[in-house]
Nanobody, 126 residues
Framework: VQLVESGGGLVQPGDSLRLSCAASGRTFSNWAMGWFRQPPGKEREFVSAIWWNSGATHYRNSVKGRFTISRDNAKNMVYLQMSSLKPEDTAVYYC????????????????????WGQGTQVTVSS
């Protein structure tokens, strides 16, 4: 399985950015795709996840209403549309995948994800 993120960059507060994750190496039905981030000097944290089959989604509270996760089944792509970006959104963003959807705790748990991309840097600064 290979996950490759793209779309990161330097933006100003209030700007928008779309991250992409290209997934390959298996069929992803019955898998969840997640976005995590690691702010400077902090631990990796959950951002959002989507259930490949139904498109069900879950978000961390601080990004609800600003970030939208989506997937394109035909292209095996997962996206994270980020708007109204804040300096505290600055982090390396990672795409990850796990078998099954499971509980909310499992969806948010880093160690439950089996495959990870290399990450893409997002910097929000004026």
């Amino acid at each position: 399985v290979q996950l490759v993120e793209s779309g990161g960059g330097l933006v100003q507060p209030g700007d928008s950015l779309r991250l992409s994750c290209a997934a390959s190496g298996r069929t992803f039905s019955n898998w969840a795709m997640g976005w995590f981030r690691q702010p400077p000097g902090k631990e990796r944290e959950f951002v959002s996840a989507i259930w490949w089959n139904s498109g069900a989604t879950h978000y961390r509270n601080s990004v609800k209403g600003r970030f939208t996760i989506s997937r394109d089944n035909a292209k095996n792509m997962v996206y994270l549309q980020m708007s109204s970006l804040k300096p505290e959104d600055t982090a390396v963003y990672y795409c990850a995948s796990k078998s099954g959807w499971g509980s909310t705790a499992s969806i948010e748990r880093t160690r439950d994800y089996e495959y990870w991309g290399q990450g893409t840097q997002v910097t929000v600064s004026s």
